[in-house]
């Protein structure tokens, strides 16, 4: 039995909604009479959506609930309930830990109580920064009226997205399923025994435009589970034996088609190219995502194609790129204040945001802003990265150097107020600009759009509602150096008038109410972040000898960002790797969770890791990237049909083992691994190369079917699947002492320039740990480093096709070698 939320959502966010929709209409069209009469049937798809404020995944709510955001209270409210909740380490748990619904979290207690009852299961998923799960908790949760109906008729269930993402998937796909996108908060309706009997978001409390409420709901579930529930466990089983088949397909063959790899990766462009918006940035429309997989592809796609000699095509890729990425960093989607992004824009201007802050967002997007840098030297790009990094050092880092998840969207106006509001951390009204700037507040106001009726009114999709009517989201409309010489300055001082501005928002900013931090130490999430502190301090000693740095950057020597990504790997080998099982767990909070690591906590991991050594770390990251490898291979890849499952299958209560291939928000745990794999079979030799070589030939040929029809959903696995269609990749291989100058000067280079297939080696033959492991797995690079020419200099050989070049012992003939064009024969 399904019901249609009370939100309709303007994308699909999983791979699977089309592959299977079509299995279930039988069963749900079924179910849907026992809820709803046909004339409530016709409203509910016939009605148009009110546009509203969304939340950060589904763009548009169908209705408008009357000041939500101002519902919610900041201090505690008196704790006359207490749950079971309270016992948990998630943010999102404790958060209803006190509301007067008997919350139960996801385990078999729950589960035995809704069969010893008899009673249908109340599932509801969110996580701890979503505005419309703080919503429907204020609304719903904390009503003692709902909260009885849902104790006498249902065994409530609570779980944190974020903690159980294997949990959420299941139910998440049922609803996407259905009506084609989903989001948060999830709302599902089980049996006892865990089978879906119905599903969909937000829902308000009330029957409002011929719709149900939530109470209405409730009633009509339980009515239907008393008089018609045979039919539905029977449609909730039918649903997941479709889904299940639809969501773990097998290879017919070993590898792709001939062909497939390179018509993907143009097709992808192509399609892309056709969505972008030349006018304000973009692929696509608002609600606007900065989706990074689709900027990474259109660089690498501009990269092949500039190879092969087609200049223009890759310029026009490259144009759409950099205007795409100066629009955002411009935008009220950046925070200029703070540094960092937002979670995505409301309007077609990149200008007013869903204010939260998510780590997966900032650790993909500092990797593009340098790939924009390195291509281009502009220290624009190299400014945004270093924006994001210093944010997260500053605010999200915790004292063991653990990467917190996220930050929440909403905040009290001050201190001591009972209501939050959504971005109320974040805006400004023009009179506050004036006293705290003082001599300078016309500069800034001009330059970042500021005006006493508030700025929000450059799209009718920025504030509809007028929620921000006299406040002003930050953006930047107008072009500094026409605005420098109309406050007579020179370009540097403007900018460094500007940063000091900037400081003095900050200062004030700091005293109001901060949002809501998640504390939550995700693996996969570090591991993006790692990556990209990796990356980011080797590529950023590139920048033009007198960069200029303002706040909120901070200017530093990039090698500390090194320092920041080892810190992230420390510890999460210390606190959620077993020594003895060679197993992760997947979150920390107080403690691991009870959650064990899924797909994309090893893949991303793995590929931190890798990014960790070849930016200039130990063989003990790298040796640890291997280990990881052959657990996941051992828990995940499903060696007789191929691709990876997204669980090992080991828990009972999750019903769906998938092999996701989507490229969202967060890359796909298989897109990843592909690139992985390729990147592990250029460093280690002989059977262990070509088993890795293997294993991705054969989780890329369970997706060939997508790559062909729909390869737009997959960008990064469209690259993926073209670096293993590369015949030899570039290997740079250092030899020398690394603990000096002519070392980090030669990496750095190594480094310089975009050139996403190849493979930095480094060895110091004076380190016992690094010949070791060399010899061990490469011995074709241990004997070319006991070759070298000199023991105490440092040279570099780069090698391809079989072939190495002469020895070079300076950055610039380093950088000479690699610029060379390669060959793709």
């Known amino acids: 039995m399904t019901f249609f939320s009370s939100q309709l959502s303007l994308s699909t966010s999983s791979s699977s909604s089309m592959l299977f929709r079509s299995l279930l209409l039988a069963t749900t069209s079924l179910q849907r009479c026992y809820l709803f009469s046909n004339q409530q049937h016709k409203q509910f798809i016939n009605r148009k959506p009110i546009l509203k404020r969304p939340s950060f995944t589904r763009p548009f709510h169908s209705y408008r609930v009357l000041s939500m955001a101002d519902k919610q209270t900041v201090s505690p409210p008196a704790r006359s309930h207490t749950n079971r909740l309270a016992l948990e380490h998630s943010p999102y748990l404790l958060q209803h830990a006190h509301n007067p619904v008997n919350w139960y979290p996801w385990g078999e207690e729950a589960f035995e109580e809704a069969k010893k009852r008899d009673v249908p299961i109340f599932l509801s998923i969110g996580y701890s920064t979503c505005h419309w799960c703080h919503v429907m908790e204020v609304e719903s949760f904390e009503d003692e009226q709902v909260a009885k109906l849902l104790n006498d008729w249902f065994v409530s269930i609570k779980v944190d997205r974020e903690e159980r993402p294997d949990v959420d998937k299941v139910y998440m796909t049922y609803v996407q399923a259905l009506y084609g996108g989903g989001g948060w908060p999830l709302t599902c309706f089980l049996s006892p025994d865990l089978k879906p009997l119905m599903g969909g978001t937000y829902f308000p409390p009330e029957d409002n435009f011929g719709r149900p409420g939530f109470k209405t709901i409730l009633r009509k579930v339980k009515e239907a589970w008393e008089s018609k529930r045979e039919v539905l466990v029977n449609s909730g089983a039918f649903a997941i034996e479709q889904m299940s088949e639809a969501l773990s397909a097998s290879a017919s063959s070993n590898k792709l088609t001939s062909g497939v790899a390179q018509n993907a990766l143009r097709l992808c462009a192509v399609q892309l190219g056709e969505r972008y918006d030349s006018k304000l940035g973009g692929f696509g429309s608002a609600p606007k995502f900065p989706r990074p997989v689709e900027i990474q ?135 506050e600009v004036e006293s705290i700037i003082g001599e300078y507040a016309n500069l800034l106001k001009e330059h970042y759009y500021i005006k006493p009726s508030g700025n929000c009114d450059l799209s009718k999709m920025s504030d509809p509602h007028k929620e921000f009517k006299g406040l002003n989201v930050l953006i930047e409309r107008s072009d500094a150096s026409a605005l420098a010489r109309k406050f007579d300055m020179s370009k540097n001082e403007y900018f460094d008038v500007l940063g000091a501005c900037r400081r003095k928002l900050f200062d004030v900013r700091s005293k109001r109410p901060r949002p809501h931090l998640d504390d939550k130490v995700i693996v996969s999430w570090n591991g993006l972040v790692i990556s990209s502190f990796a990356r980011a301090s080797k590529i950023l000693m590139g920048e033009p000898e007198g960069t200029q740095f303002s706040f909120p950057v901070v200017g530093c020597d990039p090698e500390e960002y090194l320092e920041v990504a080892s810190k992230a790997a420390s510890f999460i080998k210390r606190q959620l790797y077993d020594d003895q099982t060679k197993r992760l767990q997947h979150s920390f909070r107080k403690g691991p969770s009870k959650a064990p690591g899924f797909l994309d906590d090893y893949a991303f991991l793995i590929q931190g890791l890798l990014d960790l050594y070849e930016f200039g770390g130990g063989t003990n990251w790298l040796s640890w990237a291997i280990e990881l490898q052959d657990i996941q291979d051992e828990l995940f890849l499903d060696h007789e049909g191929g691709g990876y499952f997204n669980t090992t299958g080991e828990d009972s209560s999750v019903l769906l083992r998938v092999k996701e291939d989507h490229d969202g928000a967060e890359p796909s745990g298989n897109s990843v691994s592909i690139i992985n794999l390729v990147r592990l079979s250029s460093l280690v030799a002989s059977s262990k190369s070509e088993k890795y070589r293997r294993n991705a030939e054969h989780v890329l040929a369970v997706f060939e079917k997508r790559l062909k029809e729909m390869a737009m959903a997959v960008p990064l696995m469209c690259c993926a699947a073209d670096m293993l269609n590369v015949p030899s990749r570039k290997q740079v291989v250092l030899v020398g002492p690394k603990p000096s100058p002519e070392f980090h000067n030669m990496i750095s280079a190594t480094h310089a320039s975009y050139y996403p297939n190849k493979t930095v080696i480094h060895v110091d033959l004076t380190n016992k740990e690094d010949v070791e492991f060399w010899e061990r797995n490469n011995a074709n690079i241990a004997q070319m480093a006991r070759g070298s020419p000199t023991a105490d200099r440092v040279v570099a050989f780069v090698c391809q096709n079989f072939t190495c070049s002469a020895p070079v012992s300076d950055p610039e003939s380093l950088r000479t070698l690699l610029d060379r064009k390669p060959s793709r024969k």
């Open 297 to 431: 592809l259109m660089i690498y796609q501009a990269k092949n194609l500039e190879e092969a000699g087609r200049l223009d095509e890759a310029k026009k890729y490259l144009e759409m790129v950099y205007f795409t990425l100066q629009s955002m960093a411009k935008g009220g989607i950046h925070d200029h204040i703070g540094g960092g992004f937002h979670r995505y824009s409301v309007d077609d201007y990149w200008h007013v945001p869903h204010f939260e802050k998510m780590l997966y967002d900032q650790g993909q997007l500092v990797n593009v802003y340098l790939d924009a840098f390195c291509i281009t030297k502009d220290s624009f790009y190299s400014n945004v990265a270093r924006g994001i990094l210093d944010y997260l050092r500053r605010d999200m880092i915790g004292p063991e150097g653990e990467i917190y998840s996220a930050e929440d969207a909403d905040s009290a106006e001050s201190e001591g107020a009972t209501r939050k509001k959504e971005g109320a951390f974040y805006v400004w009204t023009s009179k």
